[in-house]
């Protein structure tokens, strides 16, 4: 029988029961690792999402144990309503022993709210033990880390966890707490976007968020690493970003720093030798469409091993992602009722009665095992509409230091899914460097509707750019007529 599922909307985290310390002691040379998992599932004032976050925990500490470069420490937790000094308590704890050179991993998982303060909005997470709530604000996690040596590389997934960096909004601030040159963030959406677990056919949270799903298969074996773009054996910061936000769509995951080449995840080439998951190597061939009769999406990808596979169109609505009323599509299966293994091309038609079809949506690529629905792979798609004006427009920050780790930050306003091409330029317009290439847009739960990009102030070779005004050049072309726009100064300081 076919599997559905429906996915819940929750401004989340994820994690779930206490799990006990590991201890893995590599050789005494070289970076050391150490990772602190933390989850929350049980509530009081909102809903309860167990087993979710304890199964986030779960995956990513396994797919970490696999890094060929060994962990000194591993501690996950769930359920605990940690203020700032219990969570600073905790991270001692857990990291205390950490080096100059050495890299934390933190990862945060649960229910994330917007708070106000100080004239704009902050980011929190809500930690509880099913009693007794606590509210965890970007301060206070910053305030249990900075002492922390070394590196620490945050990872948040929760709602509205872009916040903690002020990425994916309109606010245009060229820094956060997290600014500089030891810390690392990664969140699962923007500053205004939810983010979203998946529950099996009987509507019961049996898996977890597609964030950490898509983080899982991109550093694991079972995904054969694919966020390792250039195989080179490292998974870096800057690939991961890339990983996510192709297998998933709906949020916009964020990074800081812009472009970060350390190292998340190394693994041994023998390592690729192992079983991996039932899908890999995902290929989007048209991720913007044209709506109207006949509009086609394209796409390949490797199933593994034989499989029930099915296709999901999930359309949104008043920024809102309609898990509740998918559109479903059945590969063609083999007299056995499985999909044969090998390289798979899909062509998926939008519904009839969606033309003319306007905005996002999500296509989910799930493999069926008796009643359970597992999604492998959640890419956003966009459909331009027909007619009407982009309404193109930039704005920038007007100044930055990038040696103080600040970036550029840029609002590009547009109606409407489009592809951009964004190139910052000098002020004899020379390229400097590019930050979309053609690139459809996401949606951000903007008002107005728009994309936010940010410039760490280096060139294409990586090299820090020299002081002075640049400006940003933004283009599209839609039904073969060009829209450009170009920013105000942003002035780069040298310092």
Known sequence: MRAKWLALVLCLCMAGLPLSALSQRPEESGTALRALLISCDRFVSMPDTTPSSYNNVVGLRRALMEDARGYRGMRAVANRALDGAGFAALAQEALGQAQEGDISLIYMSSHGLLTPQEGRVNFALLLSDGERETLLDSRAIYEGLKDI??????????????????????????????????????????????????????????????????????????????????????????????????????????????????????????????????????????????????????????????????????????????????????????????????????????????????????????????????????????????????????????????????????????????????????????PIATLMADSPTRPLHLTPEGTTLYWNGRDEAGELARGGRYFLHVSATIEEAAHTAVSGPVVLIRR
Request: aromatic share 8%; hydrophobic share 40%.
């Open 149 to 430: 040596k070394g590196i620490k590389v945050l990872i948040l997934d929760a709602c509205f966890s872009g916040a903690a960096i002020h990425k994916g909004d309109e606010g245009l601030a060229v820094a956060s707490l997290f600014s500089g040159d030891d810390f690392k963030v990664l969140t699962s959406a923007g500053a205004r976007e939810p983010s979203f677990l998946w529950t099996d056919s009987l509507g019961s949270l049996r898996g977890g968020s597609y964030f950490a799903q898509a983080l899982v298969l991109g550093i694991g074996t079972q995904g054969g690493f694919a966020a390792d773009a250039d195989r080179d054996g490292i998974v870096t910061l800057a690939e991961l970003l890339r990983h996510q936000r192709l297998y998933y769509g709906a949020s916009s995951p964020q990074l800081y720093p812009e472009g970060d080449p350390l190292p998340l995840f190394a693994y041994d080439k023998a390592q690729l030798s192992g079983t991996p998951g039932a899908i890999t190597d995902l290929s989007v061939g048209n991720p913007l469409l044209e709506a109207g009769e006949g509009a086609e999406i394209t796409f390949s990808y490797t199933l593994n091993q034989p499989a029930r596979v099915a296709y999901q169109l999930i359309y949104q609505r008043q920024e809102s992602w309609r898990f509740e009323a998918p559109q479903s599509i059945a590969e063609p299966v083999g007299e056995d009722g499985l999909v044969s293994p090998g390289r798979k091309e899909a062509r998926l038609r939008l519904a009839e009665g969606s033309v003319p079809l306007a905005g996002y949506l999500l296509m989910l690529v799930i493999t069926v095992e008796e009643d359970r629905a597992l999604p492998q792979a959640c890419p956003i798609l966009a459909v331009r509409r027909a007619g009407g004006a982009l309404n193109l427009a930039v704005t920038a920050s007007p100044f930055f230091v990038p040696r103080r780790g600040e970036e550029a930050a840029f609002f590009i306003r547009h109606d409407g899914p489009c592809a951009l091409t964004a190139v910052v330029r000098d002020e004899e317009g020379s």
